[in-house]
């Protein structure tokens, strides 16, 4: 069973400019996560979608992230534009129904730089 | 927030044990404590949960104390593959990874 797929693996752009990073979560998992991890800290939760709508987007700073999952798959984070301090790794995670108490798989992240 | 306080680092010897210690004296009667790893450059991997119980599964053990205040857990053959971050956290609807302690396994 093919895990949760994420691209690129890494991206190094300049200031101001528009980056978007791509995740497919594990067949049949209602649920998909992204998470933020800056250097040295663990990951911090940016939004979570059951299906296609986001049922918590309270840590997501809306006013230069976007995210998207039209048909309830694969999902879509951009940043516009990009900061210094967005240089971090970002996790896509996928659960079967989003309970609380259940397993969530990482992907392994798309490292972000930049300059 | 349900906070977990572990060690910043360790080290253990390949083939012994490894006894990981967390802290979260505030954790509440129905609060799971889970255990994940990440290993450098990949995403965190799930490890094991509990309640109330000890637990144990083919990664590891989880030792709960009877006030659940702190737990442990316990790769009883450490190998060094096992080297990564290992995270607990009290699961209050949503994970929340603290710091993790950075396990370092030795030949």
């Known amino acids: 069973e093919a895990g949760v797929v994420q691209s690129p693996r890494y991206k190094i752009i300049e200031k101001k400019q528009p980056v978007a990073f791509w995740c497919n979560p594990i067949s049949g998992h209602n649920t998909l996560y992204w998470y933020r991890q800056n250097l040295g800290q663990g990951p911090e939760l940016l939004i979570r979608y059951e299906n296609e709508e986001a049922v918590d987007d309270s840590q997501l700073p809306k006013d230069r992230f976007s995210a998207e999952r039209l048909k309830g798959v694969d999902s879509t984070l951009k940043i516009q534009p990009a900061e210094l301090g967005d240089s971090a790794v970002y996790l896509c995670a996928s659960s079967p129904r989003g309970l609380e108490e259940e397993t969530q798989y990482f992907g392994p992240g798309t490292r972000l730089l930049v300059l | ?107």
């Open chain 2, 1 to 107: 927030d349900a906070k977990t306080t572990q060690p910043p680092s360790m080290d253990c010897a390949e083939g012994r044990a490894a006894n990981l210690p967390c802290n979260h004296s505030t954790i509440s009667g129905n609060e799971y404590v889970y255990w994940y790893r990440q290993i450098h450059s990949q995403g965190p991997q799930y490890i094991i949960h509990g309640l109330k119980n000890n637990e144990t599964n083919e990664m590891a053990s989880l030792i709960i104390t009877e006030d659940r205040k702190s737990s442990t857990l316990i790769l009883p053959h450490a190998t060094l593959r096992d080297t990564a971050v290992y995270y607990c956290i009290v699961l209050r609807g949503k994970l929340q990874f603290g710091a993790g302690t950075q396990v370092v396994v030795t030949p």
